[in-house]
């Protein structure tokens, strides 16, 4: 009886349609899975080649941006992230003479049309998260530019990039040290 009384008392106190906090690595996988697909990406070599550009006093873009085709959970803290560029190409331009333009394909450029690890992105490599309006920007360990995922909006660029907070936070495997 005291069990069923603790129970209801339980029950009472929750506003009607509070959902209850389901978070886990798996479910912060599978929002990804759902809502990456279709979203654009600009992998972590392609911000490289960017920089380069720039560093030569070129204006450099990659257009139109690859389209996410997957977001496949392979392991718990593991998933892999696969964007189609066979349609993008690289458009390099000198700010100082305006015949002086190229393209490449940026599949020749990076050696495939696919963008991304086949091996999938250890969250735990996660070094750094930030957001610019749609935009979700991911500093990979090692790396000194940042993968972007452009999103549909801000709203869901905030959804996506709490989601991969999550994921950075659970993954990182100096999490047991407490520091």
């Not at 450029?109 to 250890?122: A, H, K, R, T, V």
Request: negative net charge.
């Amino acid at each position: 009886m005291l069990a069923l009384s603790m129970g209801g008392k339980a029950l009472a106190g929750e506003p009607q349609g509070a959902a209850t906090d389901v978070r886990s690595v798996a479910s912060a996988q599978q929002f990804l899975q759902q809502v990456l697909p279709g979203n654009r990406y600009l992998s972590t070599p392609m911000s490289e080649a960017l920089a380069a550009a720039r560093r030569e006093q070129l204006h450099a873009q990659f257009q139109p941006l690859p389209v996410i085709i997957e977001a496949e959970p392979l392991a718990r803290c593991v998933t892999r992230l696969r964007a189609d560029a066979s349609a993008t190409t690289l458009v390099l331009r000198n700010p100082h003479d305006s015949y002086d333009q190229s393209q490449a394909s940026a599949a020749e450029l990076l050696g495939s049309e696919w963008i991304g690890n086949p091996d999938g992105m250890q969250f735990g490599s996660i070094r750094q998260l930030g957001q610019r309006g749609n935009q979700v920007l991911m500093r990979l360990a090692g790396n000194e530019q940042d993968a972007v995922l452009h999103l549909e909006g801000t709203e869901i660029a905030t959804r996506v990039l709490q989601a991969l907070e999550y994921l950075r936070e659970q993954c990182d495997s100096t999490r047991a040290t407490g520091f």
